[in-house]
């Protein structure tokens, strides 16, 4: 591994330490949110710095999110999280939410996964090679990718957690930039999804 790779690693683990800390101890919004559209229901108020708890009953997950974020739903249980989600869904920045029910290995899942990605994105770069750490109670695996989709670049941050030997994946999508906003609730939804009854 060349001293730019870690050099990426180490930033990347910073952001994720960082903006755990920082809604864990400086966020002190109330907010309440309500559940967005598709099959969801509504967000329950959390007392917890502004976040809201949202239980899915398609996957049968609970995790953590802003209460100003909204959620939507598709028919292949996919969960999106974003301030900007309508009836046509989920737009940009956003955060999807995947279980992968063939997979039990977070680094065989995020390997399958770039194979698909370089399928769909002929100008795919990896901008950060597979790394570890950990949010929480969970090991963590992660890596990023820039491409172009509609004649914007697309910053896509994936993250695969083992939970009750399940494989979820938690991604990220923004236009031109990489946020310290969305890695934050991407690291906040890491560290309390469970499944529900667990």
Same mark, same amino acid.
């Given at each position: 591994m060349n001293k730019g790779n870690i050099k990426y690693i180490l930033i990347i683990l910073a952001i994720i330490v960082a903006g755990f800390l920082f809604f864990n101890q400086n966020n002190n919004n109330t907010g309440t949110g309500t559940g967005g559209t598709g099959t969801g229901q509504p967000t329950t108020p959390s007392t917890d710095y502004g976040y809201t708890v949202y239980n899915d009953p398609y996957l049968g997950i609970s995790f953590e999110m802003p209460g100003t974020y909204k959620v939507a739903t598709d028919k292949e249980g996919y969960i999106y999280v974003g301030r900007n #989600?309508?009836?046509? &869904?989920?737009?940009?920045?956003?955060?999807?939410?995947?279980?992968?029910?063939?997979? +039990?290995?977070?680094?065989?899942?995020?390997?399958?996964?770039?194979?698909y990605m370089k399928k769909q994105y002929s100008d795919l770069k990896v901008t950060i090679d597979l790394l570890s750490g950990t949010i929480g109670n969970k090991t963590v695996y992660g890596l990023a990718y820039n491409y172009t989709s509609s004649?914007?670049?697309?910053?896509?941050?994936?993250?695969? #957690?083992?939970?009750? &030997?399940?494989?979820?994946?938690?991604?990220?999508?923004?236009?031109?930039?990489?946020? +310290?906003?969305?890695?934050n609730v991407v690291t906040h939804i890491l560290s309390t999804l469970t499944e529900r009854g667990s």
């Amino acid at each position: 591994m060349n001293k730019g790779n870690i050099k990426y690693i180490l930033i990347i683990l910073a952001i994720i330490v960082a903006g755990f800390l920082f809604f864990n101890q400086n966020n002190n919004n109330t907010g309440t949110g309500t559940g967005g559209t598709g099959t969801g229901q509504p967000t329950t108020p959390s007392t917890d710095y502004g976040y809201t708890v949202y239980n899915d009953p398609y996957l049968g997950i609970s995790f953590e999110m802003p209460g100003t974020y909204k959620v939507a739903t598709d028919k292949e249980g996919y969960i999106y999280v974003g301030r900007n #989600i309508d009836s046509q &869904g989920a737009l940009i920045p956003y955060i999807i939410i995947g279980r992968y029910d063939k997979y +039990t290995s977070e680094v065989q899942f995020l390997n399958d996964f770039t194979t698909y990605m370089k399928k769909q994105y002929s100008d795919l770069k990896v901008t950060i090679d597979l790394l570890s750490g950990t949010i929480g109670n969970k090991t963590v695996y992660g890596l990023a990718y820039n491409y172009t989709s509609s004649g914007h670049l697309v910053v896509d941050n994936r993250y695969a #957690i083992l939970v009750n &030997g399940k494989v979820y994946m938690v991604g990220s999508k923004e236009e031109n930039t990489n946020s +310290t906003e969305i890695n934050n609730v991407v690291t906040h939804i890491l560290s309390t999804l469970t499944e529900r009854g667990s």
